[in-house]
């Protein structure tokens, strides 16, 4: 299974912006949709946004037209771009892969919106 790497969260203020990244091991390209988790503290994991194998995408409503999922397949990455963040964005946000042979996910980044 591939690999996943993620990177961008940190620290921001409500307002703020965050561009999070997802290095897969090898190719997205044929990946069947990759996309982005995120659990809350004390709360279920939910899902952000995903981007599908043709290029199309879905978000959670909650994060429509603040959050865009994009993908780079050059460099095996996807991203996601949040914007206007809210204190209820604060999570652990978690990259998915999804294969026939199965899910694979990262390690996830801290992602924090406070004043």
């Known amino acids: 299974q591939v690999q996943l790497v993620e990177s961008g969260g940190g620290l921001v203020q409500p307002g703020g912006s965050l561009r999070l990244s997802c290095a897969a091991s090898r190719s997205i390209m044929n990946i069947n949709s990759m996309g982005w988790y995120r659990q809350p503290p004390g709360k279920q994991r939910e899902l952000v946004a995903e981007?599908?194998?043709?290029?199309?995408?879905n978000y959670a409503d909650s994060v429509k037209g603040r959050f865009t999922i994009s993908r780079d397949i050059a460099k095996n990455t996807v991203y996601l771009q949040m914007n206007n963040l809210k204190p209820e964005d604060t999570a652990v946000y978690y990259c998915?892969?999804?294969?026939?042979?199965?899910?694979?996910r990262g390690q996830g980044t801290q992602v924090t919106v406070s004043s």
């Open positions: 998915y892969a999804q294969e026939v042979v199965g899910q694979s």
């Open positions: 981007i599908t194998g043709g290029g199309s995408t």
